[in-house]
């Protein structure tokens, strides 16, 4: 039987993670020995425990509750702490999730001990080095031995970083093997959808119409932490929702709502709290997000899991960054980069709005990600 440790730390990982671990309870349970770490990057329970219980993932083997600190200290402790797990643990593999400073700590701890790293979500690029999530990926995919990556792009990517798409002999950190698997989100919101359905009743809590209200997502430091960036997305927000008078459903961030007092306005703060089509909630569970996604008429985000279920759903999305990681839903005309120019993202909201031919390719898999990962890890580790 293979062990294998799971780290997670930010709540996408944690909602990425859910399909591996359900693959393995549903049909891998006799070749694979799930250990689950949690680094405590994410520590309210709100944006952490909350997914635990809804998704139905066991509840994590370690926490090393690091709490919030800058990248240096955050990933330090995680450093020591995941290395002392390892060291224990003795795991065949350790696998890791998308682009945090979990996912460059527990990469960096395996590697260094000579534990084959497994990253799911490989082979993303933005293109942008200033963003912290473009070094942690390009890093950590080249301390990877098994990269499994959801798109045809991200193999491209990884082929032009000169990582062979066609190795021979065992997969190792020198001869690492790379897989187009599809997305293990696209798994979840099929599986999910159907569960949100049932127990989510968020819709009829905030007295929403199906398909006509918007959803949005405010959370990057890029976008929270600069006072003018702020100000822009969140004058857009509101000027759009007074002009077609429809709701938009805000779920605040943590990180945003402790920068709103700060960062807006005292003008635009009022405008906010004032208006009759603005609605603040506190961060809402996976079920309920999916259920706002679903219901929503369009998103604007500056999410990258969000882009993404904006396309699961088929809906249209303005993404409040420069870049993407996911250029195809932008490629095909399924969302717009508007960055943080209230203008640009006026004038996407007003495209996307009208848009009425949007195709959907399956750019992201058939949703059998998970188990395709976990039957080539057995293999292959």
């Given at each position: 039987m293979k062990k294998l440790i799971t780290v997670v730390g930010a709540r996408p990982q944690i909602i990425k993670s859910s399909a591996i671990s359900r693959a393995i309870g549903n049909k891998f349970s006799k070749e694979i020995q799930e250990v689950i770490v949690h680094t405590g990057q994410h520590y309210d329970d709100n944006m952490s425990k909350i997914f635990f219980d809804e998704l139905g993932i066991p509840n994590p083997d370690y926490n090393l509750n690091v709490g919030s600190g800058s990248h240096g200290a955050q990933t330090a402790k995680m450093l020591e702490g995941l290395e002392s797990i390892f060291l224990k643990e003795k795991p065949d593999g350790v696998i890791v999730y998308g682009d945090t400073n979990s996912t460059i700590a527990g990469a960096l701890a395996a590697v260094k001990i000579h534990i084959p790293v497994i990253h799911v979500e490989a082979g993303l690029r933005s293109f942008n080095k200033s963003m912290p999530e473009e070094i942690n990926r390009i890093a950590c995919d080249h301390m990877s031995t098994l990269l499994f990556t959801p798109t045809v792009t991200g193999m491209d990517n990884l082929a032009r970083e000169g990582v062979s798409l066609l190795p021979e002999?065992?997969?190792s950190v020198d001869n690492p093997q790379i897989h187009h698997c599809g997305d293990v989100m696209y798994?979840?919101?099929l599986y999910f959808s159907k569960h949100s359905e049932m127990q989510s009743t968020i819709i009829q809590e905030l007295k929403l119409e199906a398909n006509n209200y918007i959803l949005g997502t405010v959370h990057r430091d890029m976008n929270t932490d600069d006072p003018q960036r702020m100000?822009?997305?969140?004058t857009a927000l509101i000027n759009l929702a007074e002009e077609f008078e429809m709701k938009f459903v805000l779920p605040l961030h943590p990180r945003t709502k402790g920068k709103m007092e700060s960062n807006l306005s005292e003008e635009l703060r009022l405008r906010l709290i004032k208006s009759m089509h603005v609605v603040i909630i506190p961060p809402a569970g996976f079920l309920d997000i999916l259920t706002l996604e679903k219901?929503?008429?369009l998103l604007i985000t500056d999410s990258g899991g969000l882009q993404k279920e904006a396309y699961f759903f088929?809906?249209?999305?303005?993404?409040?960054?420069?870049?993407?990681e996911w250029v195809e839903i932008v490629s095909n005309g399924n969302a717009i980069l508007a960055d943080a120019d209230y203008n640009r993202v006026e004038d996407a909201f007003?495209?996307?709005i009208k848009k009425d031919d949007f195709t959907y390719p399956s750019y992201y898999g058939e949703g059998n990600a998970a188990e395709f990962i976990c039957q080539k890890i057995i293999e292959q580790i």
């Open positions: 002999g065992k997969a798994d979840n919101s100000e822009s997305i969140f219901n929503a008429k088929k809906k249209p999305c303005v993404i409040l960054r420069e870049q993407t007003r495209t996307l």
